[in-house]
């Protein structure tokens, strides 16, 4: 895993899982049954029941202007052999991506719980406005990569402590 990552791995079978599965059901009293829903939303549930109330992983989309983490869905792979479905999410601060943020919740055909996986960024204390201009960016990339190659500039949120050499 990345330096500067927070891992969370949980299986639905393991010991002292039962408690965060109760918050879970609670949260989303009145709600549909998790059968009934989609397993994106299904799977936004058990994000924010796990990663706490604070998390805006309700929201359809990453939203601006909060300090919490915002979370994207990156689709729903259905697997086979087993009969159960990965919802995948990336992490966001302030619109950006994290680079390397990413949570795996694991759902079954009902849509409940089965598993999550995740590799997760704190970009709480970073600041969200870039210190140095894109095309000054873009000139250190054209000089690393000489000037034949196209390049479209992405911003993205590193939460890794270490540099490379000639970093921008």
Request: aromatic letters at 4%; a positive charge; proline letters at 8%.
């Amino acid at each position: 895993m990345a330096k500067g990552m927070m891992s969370i791995r949980m299986h639905r079978q393991e010991g002292g899982m039962e408690p965060t599965l109760a918050a879970a059901r609670t949260a989303v009293l009145g709600a549909p049954a998790p059968e009934s829903l989609d397993p994106e939303t299904a799977a936004r549930r058990v994000l924010s029941a796990i990663l706490g109330p604070t998390t805006t992983a309700l929201a359809p989309e990453p939203r601006m202007n909060e300090e919490a983490a915002e979370y994207k869905s990156l689709g729903v792979d259905r697997i086979p052999f087993t009969g159960s479905q990965h919802v995948k999410f990336r992490q966001y601060f302030h619109k950006i991506p994290v680079y390397g943020s990413l949570v795996t919740i694991e759902l079954d055909d009902r849509n409940e719980f089965v598993s999550i996986n995740t590799a997760l960024g704190d970009p709480s204390n970073l600041d969200p406005v870039a210190k140095i201009s894109p095309e000054t960016v873009l000139k250190k990339i054209r000089k690393w990569a000489g000037p034949s190659r196209s390049i479209v500039p992405r911003a993205c949120i590193s939460t890794t402590t270490q540099r490379r050499r000639g970093g921008v």
